[in-house]
């Protein structure tokens, strides 16, 4: 049995409707008359109904939900903090069979009054002798996900979807047609079927795939590349590796790294991977689809492409609701996003970053120039080329964020402070480490506590002590910090200075006077002055 569920999201789907004229109170009566409610919960469903605003199919049954709730706990059904779990239970012989007769006798009403159609009423008959369901809930709360989803689903608004991403050139004149036909027809069953009208998109299931690596990985990777000619690759190769500094409670993480030649260079990604979960259906840790694909968005970046592959998701599935065992791939030019960052769009995309400047190539002479100005002079070979490694395996979005992977070059952190013991002990701490030691303070100390108004902070540097308060506005940075540091710093004559990056948070570098000129002439950082992404 499937858990279900209910978040804000489902309830907020099922109160916005379309007013479709009709009027409550004769509705009421009907569904007195076939014995759904008594006299007694009229003015309750009235009510509801009347909080929702609009009557429709999908808020009169949603309302029956309610009241049937109610009745049996005493309680208001909320979908925020109430989960109601079937998967667990199961029912004797003789208990399913009266579960059955009932439902099949609620669901008769239901079609008797027209609030389902022929093929609800089918497939709800179906998994009812199925013996799916174990109480009169879980047929409910399945039945309006089915009926929202069906509207969500209809002929009126599949079709404007096609116009669009025809409009939008996703879709050639030809397979515009088909859609169009199919729609009619009413051929589509899941937001994924629309994937196969696309030339520049592929659907993944990962139920029709192996479940070994050395079988499915590649065959994922090569039906990705299908939909643009320049991401055919040679050279397909893959490793697994533990990643021991991300294990907790005993669960050690693995990592598969991937790599490809394209083009005659040879690209890697790293992603998550669960080699011994995979055995059992657990789709969720046999590709990471979030990362894997984005080994061909860096050729597309190096071949100056104005495409990008995205991953394709879709906001809401009925009958397919294992999440993480269907995704898609789309190539899409950055002037066909617009259409899909609506709600009611049924594909959720990925975002990318379409800025083709940072190429392999760039990112190569980058590296080349932070070692010639010394940048990595406290690193031995071994780390310089493990965090050159590491580059390559993972998608850089900017030269900032490049330098992430060398140790104590730079060091980052939010406003809001997260280390609530002693915050301004720890950042002096990382200020010392990215000067590699000519900022080298002794006796550090703070009596940071929330409840306090103030916080004093102290430490010894050049044979001098320093001490000065803070103030502690819950769990903010007093921005002061910043300036009482660089006080000392001018002070005190160092070679370097502690410049802020561009980026979210508070980013800082150290820096000599000629090492931040000449970045900064060659635009090899971004600096927090100069306000660009």
Sequence with gaps: MTKLINNLILISFLIINVANG????????????????????????????????????????????????????????????????????KLKNNEQNQ????????????????????????????????????????????????????????????????????????????????????????????????????????????????????????????????????????NFKYEIKIDSSDSYNGYIPHDLIVSIKSNGKTYKMKSFISPHGIEGNNYFGKIDNQEYYKIFNKVLKDTQSPYQLHLINSNYNYKQRNTHQYFGIVALKKEQLEMFRYLNSYWELSYENFNNSLTTK????????????????HLNNNQIN?????????????????????????????????????????????????????????????????????VSLSFNFNGKSYKTEFKINRDWIDERFFDFMNKIIIQNKLNGQFYKLNGEGFTLIYLTPEQYKYIKEKKLLVFADENKS
């Design 22 to 89: 009709q009027n409550m109170k004769p509705k009421i009566e009907e569904l007195i008359a076939v014995k759904l409610i008594d006299t007694e919960q009229k003015e309750e469903m009235i009510k509801l109904l009347s909080r929702y605003g609009q009557l429709t199919k999908r808020t009169i049954i949603y309302s029956l939900f309610q009241i049937e709730y109610k009745k049996e706990t005493g309680y208001k059904y909320s979908g925020l903090d109430t989960f109601l779990d079937f998967e667990k239970e």
């Design 99 to 234: 579960i059955n007769t009932i439902l099949l006798e609620y669901l008769k009403k239901l079609k008797k009054l027209e609030l389902i159609n022929q093929k609800q009423f089918q497939y709800q008959s179906d998994r009812i002798v199925n013996n799916e369901y174990i109480h009169l809930f879980h047929f409910l709360l399945d039945l309006i996900n089915q009926v929202y989803f069906e509207e969500w689903m209809s002929v009126e608004k599949l079709d404007n979807y096609r116009k669009k991403l025809f409009e939008n050139r996703i879709i050639s004149k030809k397979e515009n047609e088909l859609l169009k036909s199919d729609i009619k027809n009413d051929k589509l069953e899941s937001p994924f079927q629309l994937i196969d009208y696309c030339e520049k998109a592929r659907f993944f299931d990962l139920s029709k795939y192996s479940n070994s690596p050395k079988n499915y990985l590649e065959q994922i990777h090569k039906l990705t590349s299908e939909v643009l000619p320049e991401l055919n690759f040679t």
């Design 386 to 454: 493990k965090s050159i490694e590491d580059i390559k395996e993972k998608m850089t979005g900017n030269l900032n964020e490049l330098l992430s992977s060398f140790p104590d070059i730079k060091v980052s952190f939010d406003y809001e402070l997260y280390n609530l013991e002693n915050p301004y002990e720890e950042i002096v701490s990382e200020y010392s480490k990215i000067s590699h030691q000519e900022f080298n303070p002794t006796n550090i100390k703070d009596n940071f506590r929330l409840q306090k108004e103030k």
């Design 362 to 377: 760039k990112i190569n002479k980058a590296i080349q120039e932070y070692q010639k100005l010394g940048l990595f002079n």
